[in-house]
């Protein structure tokens, strides 16, 4: 394999683990907002 093909080939991996890591922290502050309104909700509630 040529360095120009290991190197395409790193850059490809580094793409997929930077994307799948943007997933999960959209994710993980999309629940955590998720969170914080639903008790907001539940404060508001109480009174």
Not at 13 to 24: F, I, M, Q, S, V
Not at 25 to 46: G, P
């Amino acid at each position: 394999m040529s360095d120009g093909q290991k190197l395409k080939d790193c850059v490809a991996k580094r793409k997929e683990a930077n994307k799948a890591l943007d997933d999960k922290l959209n994710k993980a502050e999309e629940n955590n907002r998720t969170r914080r309104r639903e008790a907001a909700e539940k404060s508001n509630r109480q009174y």
